[in-house]
């Protein structure tokens, strides 16, 4: 094995006096983020990710040395849909979904973003005098003010990078791959992009929805900005697509081979590309592309939410909205027969001219379906 004699990071943080410049908190944040993008592409969780306790080791003394990432000591394998349940890991960096016994990679993403909040203000985003304590704070608290004296002079780049990784819902959190492409970290040198994962998911439920919800998600699509379609076209160039810019299964094959180990290659990704089969015998282009890949939970964390949708669903009523029987909306969610579809359904048309409400357009654009409808409001 490697001989690590640099320290460990913790130790250069408190040499540091408790926290790092922007530009030395990228340098570490890129690092960590490449290897657990790393990771999650492979399926594995680390789960125990922090500043001390020999997880993170510099290969030598120099200032610029090689950060790396080890003691995979709690580490599990999981799957795309699958959810962990055992609660491990370190009380302060530990993730509000693991302590609800129910979490995937998600949680490393939030253990980085409580690193990155010490490194650059110098104090955690949640404490306690006590584990119990840590935990009700993690569980119910907010991160201590962003307005407080100690981030005066950070970026609103920065402080955006750092919410966005501690967002207490996991759906709503950037992944590992996506904060790399954040504005505070893309154009850093040493990024890696790979693959991710959760694109790919996102694109199985949109292959699988129905034409109105596909007609909403690409209203919707229309409304992102540069910033926000930045990412989508990291990953959709990631898939290498063909000279009439298009990819297919073939291209998702391939792109997943490219960075497998062994272990990916022989078992996860069969599985993954049993799950898209839907795309064996079509093509996608950038646009649908978009409206396939976006991530309705992640954009509702954006201060912009609202204008968003609004916007989206003016582009839909515009060009997509019909007037529509409640029993073909039913059938398009694939309602079953025990469910009351009028009593559920029928607050999402409009009554003036029977086409899709914005209430209605929103619920449409998280593709409910009968296991959700019931608890409809």
């Known amino acids: 094995m490697e001989l690590c004699i640099g320290g460990e990071l ?4 408190l040499a540091r006096g408790g926290k790092y410049p922007e530009d030395d908190a990228k340098a570490v944040m890129v690092q960590i983020l ?19 306790c020999n997880n993170f080791l510099y290969t030598s003394k120099d200032e610029t040395s090689e950060l790396k990432v080890i003691d995979f000591g709690l580490s599990d394998y999981v799957r795309p849909d699958e959810r962990l349940n055992d ?33 650059l203000c110098g104090s955690r985003p949640f404490w306690a005098r006590t584990e119990s304590g840590i935990f009700r704070s993690v569980l119910k608290a907010e991160p201590k003010n962003f307005d407080e004296a100690s981030w005066a002079t ?5 402080k955006d990078f750092v919410k966005r990784l501690l967002n207490k819902d996991p759906r709503r959190r950037m992944t590992a791959a996506q904060a790399l492409s954040h504005p505070w970290l893309r154009n850093y040198n040493d990024v890696k992009l790979l693959l991710d994962i959760p694109v790919l998911k996102l694109m199985r439920a949109y292959v699988r929805s129905s034409s109105l919800r596909k007609a909403a998600l690409r209203a919707l699509a229309k409304t992102l900005t540069a910033d926000e379609v930045f990412y ?18 073939e291209h998702i094959r391939m792109a997943l081979m490219k960075n497998a180990t062994d272990a990916m290659r022989d078992s996860r990704v069969p599985d993954i590309l049993a799950s898209l089969n839907t795309l064996q015998h079509r093509k996608m282009e950038f646009e649908e592309f978009c409206a396939a890949a976006l991530s309705v939970h992640q954009l509702e964390a ?5 204008q968003h949708a609004r916007s989206a669903y003016e582009i839909f009523d515009q060009d997509g909205n019909r007037a529509i029987v409640i029993q073909e909306l039913a059938s398009e969610l694939a309602l ?10 029928n607050d999402w048309i409009r009554h003036g001219d029977g086409k899709l409400s914005f209430r209605g357009f929103i619920k449409l654009l998280h593709g409910m379906s009968s296991r959700g409808m019931t608890k409809a409001p």
Request: glycine fraction near 6%.
């Open 10 to 13: 913790l130790d250069r943080i």
């Open 34 to 52: 490449n290897v657990v993008s790393f990771c999650h592409l492979q399926g594995v969780v680390h789960r125990d990710l922090k500043p001390g």
């Open 87 to 119: 609660i491990v890991g370190s009380a302060y960096y530990v993730a509000p979904e693991v302590l609800h016994r129910s979490y995937s990679t998600e949680a490393d993403v939030w253990s980085i973003g409580v690193i990155a909040y010490i490194l």
């Open 154 to 158: 950070i970026s609103p780049e920065a």
């Open 232 to 249: 989508l076209k990291e990953q959709f160039t990631i898939l290498q697509p063909n000279k009439n810019g298009s990819i297919t299964l």
């Open 302 to 306: 954006l201060d912009r939410w609202e």
């Open 336 to 345: 079953g027969p025990s469910i009351p579809v009028h009593a559920v359904l």
